[in-house]
C-alpha cells in the first residue's frame, strides 16, 4: 500500500476547459518537472502556448505551486481523495508588454536624427 501512496494522479485543466492527462507521478516530482511534463503534453492547436517553464503557472487548491518544491510539500490533506485524480490548473502566462515597451523606448532613445533646412 505505502507504493501506492507515493504516487499522485494529476491531471491538469487548462483555462479553456480541456485537460492534460490524467498521469500518475511521484510524490517527490518537483513542481518544476511538473511544468516541463505540461510543455511536452501541451495540445500543438492550441494558441499562445507557453514557451518556457516560466510562463506556466500551477494553482493546486487555491494556491500558486513553486517550482522548487515537491508534490509531497504541496499536498493539500483537505483535498487528498485516496485513489482520487488532483486536478491542477495550469495559467499561462503572457510574455510581459512593459519589457517590449521598454526595449522599444531604448531603440527609440538612441536613435539620431538630423533635420537640415
Not at 3 to 12: A, M, R, T
Not at 56 to 62: D, E, F, N, P, T
Amino acid at each position: 500500500m505505502a507504493g501506492v501512496q507515493d504516487q499522485l494522479e494529476i491531471k491538469f485543466r487548462l483555462t479553456d476547459g480541456s485537460d492534460i492527462g490524467p498521469k500518475s507521478f511521484p510524490v517527490a516530482t518537483s513542481v518544476a518537472t511538473l511544468k516541463e511534463s505540461i510543455l511536452a503534453q501541451w495540445p500543438k492547436e492550441k494558441e499562445h502556448g507557453p514557451r518556457t517553464v516560466k510562463d506556466v503557472k500551477l494553482i493546486s487548491a487555491g494556491k500558486i505551486l513553486e517550482n522548487s518544491r515537491t508534490l509531497g510539500e504541496c499536498q493539500s490533506p483537505l483535498c487528498e481523495i485516496p485513489g482520487g485524480v488532483t486536478t491542477m490548473h495550469v495559467v499561462v502566462q503572457a510574455p510581459s508588454l512593459e519589457k517590449d515597451k521598454k526595449a522599444a523606448n531604448q531603440t527609440k532613445k538612441n536613435k539620431c536624427l538630423c533635420v537640415i533646412l
